[in-house]
């Protein structure tokens, strides 16, 4: 029985010492400090038309994106496990914890800090029109469940059609773990293992 071929482009990627600050400068990210600690990173992103979505597992981390009129894209977060920090233009830093929702529009700054292994799902939107402003909610359960369920099921989908691999948040949310899947090593040990993107890098 064949498959239909998914409109989805969806790659995996393991990062680690550098190359987790060079992954997120690539994407108008500056990592604070990417040197004062060995920093490891894994990446699920599936893209269509002008949506993104991503699973984004890091150790302790500081990031910052300026405000810019050239980010093409709103952001919608659900922060899955761990604890940390984030500013969002001029507010003060708020605390992030798991279940919490928050929506940044496209050319606000933005700051994350965590101080452990957090886990958080994202999904850029390109479209012209905006929604409404920005916000962050916490102990937002049904909505968090609600996405975090659907885009995991996105990423199940791609898994079933024999892309491999894959639902490390879905088990990090189940098990309380904040580890990946054991398929992609456990970074706390020094173990990696390399897999190749499940498609290329759109061009």
């Known amino acids: 029985m064949s498959h239909s071929r998914s409109p989805w482009r969806v790659r995996r990627v393991p990062l680690e010492g550098r190359e987790v600050a060079e992954w997120f400068r690539m994407r108008g990210w500056t990592a604070i400090d990417a040197e004062a600690a060995a920093s490891h990173a894994f990446i699920d992103e599936a893209i269509v038309a002008d949506v993104t979505i991503r699973r984004v597992w890091h150790t302790a981390l500081a990031l910052s994106r300026p405000a810019s009129g050239e980010t093409e894209s709103d952001t919608l977060v659900v922060h899955v496990a761990g604890a940390g ?65 659907a885009v995991n099921a996105l990423f199940h989908a791609h898994d079933s059609r024999g892309g491999g691999g894959g639902g490390g948040i879905q088990r990090c949310r189940r098990s309380g773990s904040l580890a990946p899947s054991a398929d992609r090593g456990d970074p706390r040990r020094g173990s990696r293992h390399r897999q190749t993107p499940d498609a290329a890098p759109p061009g």
């Open 85 to 149: 920090t984030v500013r969002i233009g001029d507010a003060p830093p708020a605390a992030l914890v798991p279940d919490d929702v928050l929506f940044v529009p496209r050319g606000e700054a933005v700051a994350y800090r965590s101080d452990e292994p957090i886990a958080r799902i994202e999904i850029d939107h390109g479209a012209r029109d905006r929604a409404g402003d920005l916000f962050h909610v916490h102990g937002e359960l049904v909505s968090a469940v609600m996405i975090t369920s």
